[in-house]
């Protein structure tokens, strides 16, 4: 069973409207990331924190998305406004440290966007 | 920046039969190594990893990888399969660094049939 816990586990929007999704990454993990999973199982990076800092974003998400993992509450993703192409399955996932170790992930939230 | 191709979307195998899933990974320099599985509706969970050392690795549930550096290869091996097995199976690569981030295969989807 996984130990990282996201919320919700689907969640289903308007074009245009906001989607948040929110992650409580394993106990101990200070480094947490973002994916998106298509229906084609590619992955696309969006965020990685350590701590409550940004570590590197890719232009979309500083464009489109807001982030944040504050100190003692879940981190969360949030697109601002969606888009069709933002159907997909975000997963989260927490490490012991941001050099390549090995991610625990959760069993991800899966927006569709009508 | 490192890639990896998993050049097989679906690979069928008779349970008790032996397996091999492939991976080849691009980088300018010896890479950290992953193969992930994924239930479904579930998240990612680690098989395996490699960092260095030894080039055969030994993972969960009887599986192994090879490492070979000449052919930029990291295959998953398993002598038999099992029908709970049944899964999609991704390879990752990322690098020694903080900061870094994992990247992906677009996986293999095993069918383990009777």
């Known amino acids: 069973n996984s130990k990282v816990i996201q919320t919700p586990r689907y969640l289903v929007k308007g074009q245009g409207q906001k989607a948040k999704m929110r992650c409580i990454p394993e106990k101990g993990h200070p480094v947490v990331f973002w994916y998106q999973q298509n229906k084609n199982n590619e992955f696309k990076f969006l965020i990685n924190f350590q701590n409550q800092e940004v570590l590197q974003q890719i232009d979309m998400t500083e464009k489109r998305f807001s982030a944040e993992c504050p100190s003692n509450s879940p981190c969360s993703l949030e697109i601002q406004s969606s888009e069709a192409g933002d159907s997909a399955l975000y997963l989260c996932a927490s490490s012991r440290d941001s050099s390549g170790n090995t991610l625990y992930f959760g069993e991800g939230s899966r927006l569709i966007v009508v | ?114």
Do not use: I
């Open chain 2, 1 to 114: 920046a490192q890639s990896v191709t998993q050049p097989d979307a679906r690979v069928t195998v008779s349970e008790g039969a032996s397996l091999q899933l492939r991976c080849k990974y691009s980088s300018s320099v010896t890479p950290y190594l992953f193969w992930y599985v994924q239930y479904p509706r579930q998240g990612l969970q680690l098989l395996l990893k490699y960092y260095s050392g030894d080039p055969v690795v030994q993972g969960v549930n009887g599986f192994e990888a090879e490492f070979s550096k000449s052919n930029s290869s990291f295959h998953l091996r398993k002598a038999s399969v099992h029908w709970s097995d049944s899964a999609v199976y991704f390879c990752a690569v990322s690098m020694m660094g903080s900061g870094t981030y994992q990247r992906f295969g677009t996986g293999t989807k095993l069918q383990v049939v009777p």
